[in-house]
C-alpha cells in the first residue's frame, strides 16, 4: 500500500482523508474510523511513518502543516501510532502549549489547581522526555499551586540553563523531535523485534487537540469495554477516574468510580447518565462497524464527552473464541474471519485445566513442555505405586527417569508424568499426549534417584515419594506444592467454532487412538476416524501381557499357536469395541510394531515374577530376555520384521480384525497398517497373508465384509520407493515421528540431551519432532506422496504422527495433496480448525 | 546374433560354414574353431538352438540333412553343445549306428570284445536314456562278448516289448528327441538356472563321426592340458586311457598311463611319442589361436589321433591371474583382455590363508562369511584371555556374542574372531576386515555361556575355553579342531595384474586405515591413500584410554581442558606417524565419531577399576555412566553432535592433525572430515573453530600449511541437503554402512537375527550391507552427488564403508562420477581391479 500511492507527510484526520494504517500507523487509522462513527474526536493531525522517520534523520518538519488545524494558542497531545499497539514505543505527551500565558487563562477558566496540574504535568515531562533532565528534580504535589509552577520553571531553567520554552512551535517542535528519535533508538528497536515488530518498523504520531479532563464541572478520563476479556461475554469493564487525563485512570489503583451502578460507591453510570447512555450507543456502532469488540479511551470536559481513541480488546483465548463466534453469529462478520481470527496453538490451551495466570511459583525443575494442561498430585516413583494412589483415591504424579511401554497402565493412574529425560517425542511425552495428560519431559535440571525415592530439584531441594507437585505442561515447569489452577474453557463457543471449521476444510482430521478410551475421546472431539490405532498397546493390559510373554518364551509353532489363539479372542473384543465407539467411521489399525523385549521385564524382580507365570526357571527367561535385546531397538526387529518372521501374528491380528468387524455390527470396513516398511516384497508378503486370513474369515462366518490394506512410510527407503510400494497399497499413511528419527539419523529419546542446546545454538531452526522438517522429511513426504499418486492415483494420503496436529504441517501436506492428517485426540480440535485456515488462505490468494 | 541371422538347424560344421556359439553353443563352435586350426576333427554335423527346440516340441528333423555327411553305415555320437558347460545337460551318446550287421563287421576288424564293447555300451545308453527302461536289468561285464549282447538284445526286447532298433535313422531319431527333451524337463531347467543359466537357454547337439577309442593297434582316449588349473605354471597334466572311449579315461580312476614319461610305469608319451608330439603342437596353436589355456579331449583309433573337443581348462583363482597374464605378456590377449577375465571375487581369496578344499570339515556354527580366510586356534572368551594368550606365543580365537570397542585390543591379539550375533557390518567384521582376520558373525545356531566359559554348537557339542576350532570366514563355518589350510596365493602374477588394473582405472582407491599397522597395509597393497581413519580407535589404547575416561568424567571446563592436554601429544604422535608412513598420499581423518559411553567400562568390575583410576566413588562412576547410556546409540549423541555440544574436543583433535602435519615433514595436506552430520549450520559452525585453530598453529609455528574439510554423508537428511552442506565443505564422502542404516531404518547390529531369513526369503534381494542397495541408498547416493556438484563444481564425492570394496558398488558411483571409493585395506587389490574392469567396460561400450 505504502508503494502504491504517496502519502502527505501531515494530514488532517477527517472522513475521506487518503490514509492507511500502513502509512500513518493503527491510531491514526483508528481515529479516521472514529471519526466516520460520527464520534466526538477532538482535532487530529497525523504524521506519516515517512515523515517521523525523516524528522529523526535530522529534516525539519513544517509546522505549518500541522498548528493551523488546532486554532489559536491551542492544548496538544502527541501519542505514538505505529502498526501494532504490542511494538511499544514512546509514551504520549500531554498539554503542548501550555505556558505562563495559558496557565493564567486556566485559572480563571478552569482553576488554579487544574491549571497548574496542566502546566505541572506538561513540564515534568517535557523536562525528563525531551530535555532529558534529572526526572528527580521535579516533584510531583497532589494539589499543585502556582508557587509549585513556579518552582518548576527555576529548576527547568536551572537544570537546562535555559527557560523554559514558551512558544507552542518550539514546545510541539521538540516533541515531535524527541519521539521520532526515541523510536529509532538501538535498544527500543531491539525491544520491539523481540516482539515481533519487523527490522524496519516505523512510527506515526498523533497530534490531537486536548480534551481536558481536570477542571470545573463533571471532568475526568477514562476506558470502557463492553465484553469480558476473560470470557468474551458481553459485560462493562473499564475505569473512570473524576480529574484525570491520559492514562491516570489506568495507572492509579484508588478513586476511581464505579463504572455501573454499584451498591458499593458511586458509578459512572449514575453520576453521568448522558455520557455513559452515549458510551452504550458508541460501542455497539463500533462493534457494528469495526467488526471487532473495541475498548474507547475517553474524556469528559465539564461534562462534555470526547473519544480519544479505540483499541481491540485484550483477550484471552476462551474470550477470543467468544467474540470472533458471536461477531460472525451477529452477522457482522463472516464465519471464514471468524475462523482465521482464532489462533489454534490458542485453542489447544482451552482444552486443559491450566495454572492460574497469577498463581505464585516455585520451580523445582524445567523441562521440555511436551503436553499441555497443568496437575497436582504426590509424587510416585513406578507404574505399580500409580496404581495403589489411584486405588486409594489420590491423585498422583508419575516421576521417572523416562517411561516404557511398561509403565502405560500407570500411566492411565496418575494426573501428570515427569520425565528426568526424552524429549518432545520421546514415550512419556506421546502417550502424555494421547491421554491428555499435563507432562514435562527431559527436565535435565533435576535428579531423580530411584533407590532413595527422591528428587532433587535444580536448587538442591530434595523432595520425597508423596510430597506433592504442580506439573504445568504448558509451559514445561514443575512446582513445590499445591498451585491454583484455571479449569478448562472448551465450551459451546469453541464447539460452534469448529463445526463451522468442519464445513470449510477440505483435508480429514483422524484422530491417533489406541484404546476405546482414546476412541471416545476422539468421537467427542469429532474426528473424522481413527488414523493410527497402535494394535500393540492392547497387549500391555495385566490379563493380556501374560500371555503376550508365553508367546514370546513359545518353544515351538505349537506352543505360539496356543498363546496367539488365547489372544485372538481379546484382541477381537477390543477391536469389537472400538468398531462401535466409532460407528462406521474408518478406524485404520496398525499391526504389531514394537520389539518383543518391549512386553518383557527389564528389571530383576520383574523377571523373577515373569519366570515364577511361565512356570521357567530364572536362567532361562534371563537368557531368553538377553537374546532379544538390542543395541538400537529403534531399528531392530520390529514392525514388519516380525510380521515376516514370525507371521502368525499378523495372521491372528488380522482375523482379530475381520471377525471383530462382522461382531460389531456397524459398518466397520477396518484399514489395516503395515509398519516399518523398507522394501515392497514386504508388503507383498504379508498382503497375501492378510488377504488369505480375510478369505478364510469370510468362508468360516458365511458373511462378506470390506477393508483395505496400506503402509506406515516411516523409513527414508519406503518414501523413496513409495511407487512400488504403492502397487501393493490403498493407502500410505507417512509416520514423520520415525521418519524424522531416520532422516536426521537421531533417536527421539536421546535427542532432549542435547536438543536445547541445538536450538539455542540455531542448529536446528526447531526441534524437528516438533515442528516438520520441510526441507529434509518434508521432501521426503513430497517425494513419496507424487511416487506414489504416480503408480496409483487413488492412492489414499496421510500423515500420522505427533506432526499431525500442528497447523503448519497441516498446510504442508495439504498443498502435497494428502487425504487426512491424524494426531493425538486432544490436538483433534486444533486441526480441524488450523485445516480450516488452510482452506480459508488458499481461497482469499486465489 | 541369433536374432540378426537366420542360422539353418542342421550344419556341417567346417572351416567355413556359417556358425555363432548363440546359435549352436559352445561345443559346436568350439569343433569348428579346432577343423579351422586343421586339427583332425572327425565329421561333424551341429544341430541349432532352435532346431533342439522344435524337435524337443515334437516337429521331425528331416535326417536326409544330417546323415548323408557321415556315408554309409556310420558310428556316430550325439553330444550336447550348451551356451556354458556348467549348465549340465543330458549325456553324451555313443555308437550310434551298431547292430547286429555292424556288430558281424566289427567282430572281424576289431575283434569281438571291442564290438561286444562298442554294441553293449550303446544298448545300455539307449535302453537307459531313451527307452527308459530299468538300467539294473542290463549288465556291463568287464570283458563283453557276443553271448553278452544278445542276452541284452533279448532283455531290451523284453522290457522295451518292441526289438531292438536296427536302423541308424531310427536310432538317431530318437537319440536327438530324448536329449532335446531331457533338457526341456522342469528339473533340468531348475538345475541349470541355480547354475546361473537364463530360464530360455537353448540346447544344441553335436553329432560326431565315431573316432573308436577300442579294438587293434594302439586303441585310447584321453584328456590333456599343457598348464596346471592349481597354479596356472606350465604343466601337462590329464589321463589317457588304452582301450577306452568317451568319458572313461576321466571316470576310471585305475589303469590310466602316465601322461609323461614316469619312472613309475609306462607313459603315454614314450608308447605314442608321435601323438604327443602333435598333442603338444596342437596345444600350442590352440593357446595362441583361442586365446585360451584349453583342455584337449582325443582318441586314438590304431594309432590315429583324432581330436574330439577342447573346454577352457578348469583353474583356481590363482590359476586364473597366472593364465591371464602370461597369455597377455606372451602378447597373446591384450592388459584388458587379461584384467576383464579375471574376477575381482575371486581375487580376494587370493589374500587370505584358506582352508583346504578337500579337508574333513566338521561344522561346529554356521553363521556370516563376515571376513574372508580361515586360521586355527584355542577359544578364548575375553579380550583379556586374547591378550594373555598372545603373550604365550599361542594362537587364540576370540568368541564373543558380540564386540565392541573395548575388544579391539584383544582382536589385535587373534588369528580369528567369532560372535553369536551380528551382520555383515557389525563392529566385529568390519574390525575383522580391517585387520585381514578371518570373522565369522551371527552365529546364531551356537550359544555362548560367557559364565560358564562354554560354547554349545549346533549339534548340542560343547566346547570349553581352550578347545581348539578352526574359523573359516570365507564360508561362514566354524569347525572343530584344526583343520589343513592352504597359503594365501598373493604373487607376482598378482602384482602384475593389478599394476596394469592401475593404468588403466580412471576413479581413486583409498584404504580404510586408523591405525600405523592399517597405513602400511593399506600402503603395502598400494592405496591411492587414506580416505577414512577413524580418529577415536586410537584412544583405545591402554594408555589414552584413562585419559580419555577422566576427560568424559571431568567435572568442569578446566579438567576437561587438562584431560584434552594430555590427549593432544598422543594424537598428535599418532597423525605424525600416520602422515610419514603415507608419504604425502592423502590422508583423510574422521573427527571422533561414537558416543562417549563406547570408552566406559560396561560390567561391574570394569566399573570398580575405574573408580579407582579415577579416585571416584563406585556410585558416582556408575551414574556418570548410566547418565550417558543411550536408547538407540546409533541416533544418539555422537559425531558432529558431540562437536557441537563439547568443542574442545574437535578443537584439539584439530591442533593434533595440523601439528603432526608440521612435524610429519611430509607434505602431508590432511584432510579433516566432520560425522554424522544433519544439518548444514553443523558445518558452519564446526568450520569456523577448525579455522580458527588452524590460524591459531599457523601463528604459534610461524609454518604455512595446507588442509581441506569436508562432510561425512550419513544421514539421509545430510544427502538431501548436499547442495547447501557443499558450500562448506571440499569433499563429500558418502559412508554407506551408517547411510543404509538410516535410509532402511535397520541396525546392522541388530539385523544379523533376520537377515538371513530375509534373504532367503528375497524380502530383500541381498543383505544391503553387503551389496550396496542401489534404488533406495543408490538413490541418496545420485541425489546428493548432483545436489553437491550443482553448488560446489570441484567439490571431491567419495564413498567410504564397507561397499567401498564392492565391484558392483564401484562400477554404480563410478556411473555417478565420483572421485574416489575408500576401503578396508585387504580390499584394495579387489577394488583397483573392479575399478579397471569398469573403466574397460565403458571403453568397449563407447
Redesign the interface.
Given at each position: 500500500m505504502q508503494n502504491d500511492q504517496t502519502f502527505a507527510p501531515v494530514v488532517l484526520v477527517t472522513n475521506t482523508a487518503p490514509m492507511t494504517a500502513a502509512a500513518y500507523g493503527g491510531r491514526a487509522k483508528c481515529a479516521q474510523r472514529l471519526i466516520r462513527l460520527d464520534m466526538p474526536v477532538p482535532t487530529t493531525v497525523a504524521l506519516s511513518f515517512k515523515a517521523v522517520h525523516d524528522l529523526a534523520q535530522g529534516h525539519a518538519l513544517d509546522l505549518g502543516l500541522v498548528l493551523p488545524h488546532f486554532g489559536a494558542a491551542p492544548l496538544l497531545s502527541v501519542r505514538p501510532s505505529s502498526g501494532s499497539p504490542d511494538w511499544g514505543g514512546p509514551g504520549a505527551i500531554l498539554n503542548i502549549g501550555m505556558n505562563d500565558r495559558k496557565f493564567s487563562e486556566l485559572c480563571e477558566s478552569h482553576g488554579e489547581t487544574a491549571a497548574a496540574t496542566l502546566y505541572l504535568r506538561f513540564i515534568n515531562a517535557y523536562a525528563t522526555h525531551v530535555a532529558r533532565l534529572d526526572p528527580d528534580a521535579f516533584d510531583d504535589p497532589e494539589t499543585p499551586t502556582a508557587g509549585d509552577v513556579m518552582k518548576a520553571l527555576t529548576t527547568y531553567c536551572d537544570e537546562a540553563d535555559e527557560p523554559f520554552p514558551q512558544e507552542v512551535d518550539v514546545q510541539l517542535a521538540h516533541v515531535l523531535r524527541s519521539m521520532a528519535r526515541a523510536w529509532e533508538g538501538t535498544s527500543a528497536r531491539l525491544l520491539r523485534q523481540a516482539k515481533g515488530a519487523p527490522a524496519d518498523a516505523g512510527l506515526g504520531l498523533v497530534v490531537q487537540a486536548m480534551a481536558i479532563g481536570v477542571g470545573r464541572g463533571e471532568c475526568g478520563s477514562g476506558v470502557i469495554q463492553f465484553a469480558s476479556s476473560d470470557t468474551g461475554l458481553p459485560e462493562i469493564h473499564g475505569r473512570y477516574l473524576r480529574q484525570s487525563q491520559g492514562r491516570e485512570a489506568l495507572d492509579r489503583q484508588v478513586g476511581s468510580l464505579y463504572l455501573t451502578k454499584d451498591p458499593r460507591g458511586p458509578s459512572f453510570e449514575e453520576t453521568c447518565p448522558e455520557a455513559f447512555k452515549q458510551l452504550l450507543d458508541y460501542s455497539v456502532l463500533a462493534r457494528q462497524r469495526l467488526r471487532e469488540e473495541m475498548q474507547i479511551e475517553f474524556t469528559l470536559e465539564s461534562g462534555k464527552l470526547a473519544i480519544l481513541d479505540a483499541v481491540r480488546i485484550v483477550r484471552s483465548s476462551s474470550a477470543a473464541v467468544h467474540i470472533a463466534v458471536d461477531l460472525a453469529r451477529d452477522g457482522i462478520i463472516p464465519r471464514e474471519d471468524a475462523l482465521m481470527r482464532v489462533d489454534p496453538k490458542a485453542l489447544s490451551e482451552l482444552l486443559h485445566r491450566q495454572v492460574a495466570p497469577n498463581a505464585p511459583r516455585s520451580v523445582l525443575a524445567k523441562g521440555i513442555a511436551a503436553s499441555p494442561g497443568a496437575a497436582t498430585g504426590k509424587i510416585v516413583f513406578t507404574a505399580s505405586d500409580a496404581q495403589a494412589s489411584a486405588a486409594r483415591g489420590e491423585a498422583a504424579v508419575l516421576v521417572r527417569r523416562?517411561t516404557g511401554p511398561e509403565d502405560i497402565r500407570g500411566m492411565h493412574s496418575v494426573v501428570a508424568v515427569l520425565t528426568e529425560r526424552g524429549g518432545v517425542t520421546s514415550h512419556a511425552a506421546v502417550i502424555g499426549r494421547g491421554l491428555g495428560l499435563p507432562c514435562v519431559v527431559g527436565a535435565s535440571d533435576m535428579r531423580i534417584d530411584g533407590q532413595k525415592k527422591t528428587v532433587i530439584g535444580r536448587n538442591q531441594q530434595i523432595l520425597r515419594e508423596g510430597d506433592v507437585i504442580t506439573v504445568d505442561g504448558t509451559h514445561g515447569e514443575v512446582l513445590v506444592g499445591h498451585v491454583e489452577t484455571v479449569e478448562a474453557g472448551l465450551n459451546t463457543a469453541v464447539t460452534t467454532l469448529l463445526g463451522w471449521a468442519d464445513e470449510l476444510r477440505d483435508i480429514g482430521i483422524r484422530a491417533n487412538a489406541d484404546t476405546p478410551r482414546d476412541a471416545q475421546t476422539a468421537k467427542n472431539f469429532m474426528a473424522d476416524g481413527i488414523g493410527l490405532c497402535r494394535s500393540e498397546h492392547m497387549f500391555f493390559e495385566a490379563d493380556r501381557l501374560t500371555v503376550m510373554r508365553e508367546m514370546i518364551f513359545a518353544e515351538n509353532e505349537a506352543d505360539r499357536a496356543a498363546s496367539l489363539e488365547r489372544l485372538l479372542p481379546m484382541q477381537r473384543a477390543d477391536f469389537t469395541e472400538l468398531f462401535q465407539i466409532m460407528e462406521g467411521r474408518p478406524v485404520c489399525i496398525r499391526l504389531l510394531d514394537p520389539p518383543l523385549h518391549e512386553f518383557l521385564p527389564a528389571d530383576r524382580s520383574g523377571l523373577r515374577d515373569l519366570a515364577e507365570a511361565l512356570s521357567l526357571p530364572l536362567s532361562r527367561v534371563t537368557e531368553r530376555v538377553e537374546q532379544l535385546s538390542?543395541?538400537?531397538?529403534?531399528?531392530?526387529?520390529r514392525g514388519v520384521?516380525l510380521g515376516?518372521?514370525v507371521p502368525e501374528i499378523y495372521e491372528m491380528q488380522a482375523r482379530a480384525i475381520f471377525e471383530a468387524a462382522i461382531d460389531s455390527g456397524v459398518d466397520a470396513s477396518p484399514e489395516i497398517m503395515i509398519p516399518?516398511v523398507?522394501?515392497c516384497?514386504?508388503v507383498e508378503?504379508v498382503k497375501a497373508r492378510i488377504d488369505a486370513a480375510a478369505a478364510a474369515v469370510r468362508v468360516e462366518r458365511g458373511q462378506s465384509f470390506s477393508y483395505s490394506l496400506g503402509v506406515m512410510v516411516?523409513?527414508?527407503?519406503a518414501a523413496?520407493?513409495a511407487g512400488e510400494i504403492a502397487a501393493y497399497s490403498q493407502f500410505l499413511s507417512f509416520g514423520t515421528n520415525?521418519l524424522t528419527?531416520?532422516?536426521?539419523?537421531?533417536?527421539r529419546?536421546?535427542?532432549g540431551?542435547?536438543m536445547s542446546?541445538?536450538v539455542q545454538?540455531?542448529?536446528?531452526e526447531e526441534d524437528p519432532f516438533h515442528r516438520l522438517?520441510k526441507?529434509?522429511?518434508g521432501?521426503?513426504l513430497t517425494l513419496g506422496a507424487e511416487r506414489g499418486r504416480a503408480a496409483r492415483p487413488e492412492v489414499v494420503l496421510s500423515i500420522c504422527g505427533e506432526h499431525g496436529g500442528d497447523p503448519e504441517a497441516i498446510a504442508f501436506i495439504r498443498q502435497c495433496g494428502f487425504t487426512y492428517v491424524s494426531c493425538s485426540p486432544f490436538r483433534v480440535p486444533v486441526a480441524r480448525l488450523a485445516a480450516a485456515q488452510c482452506a480459508i488462505a488458499d481461497k482469499i490468494k486465489n
Open positions: 523416562e538390542e543395541y538400537n531397538p529403534m531399528l531392530g526387529l520384521r515376516i518372521t516399518l523398507s522394501a516384497r514386504e508378503l516411516e523409513t527414508p527407503r523413496l520407493r520415525d528419527q531416520m532422516t536426521y539419523g537421531l533417536s529419546d536421546d535427542a540431551r542435547f542446546s541445538y545454538q540455531g542448529v536446528y522438517d526441507e529434509g522429511v521432501e521426503l
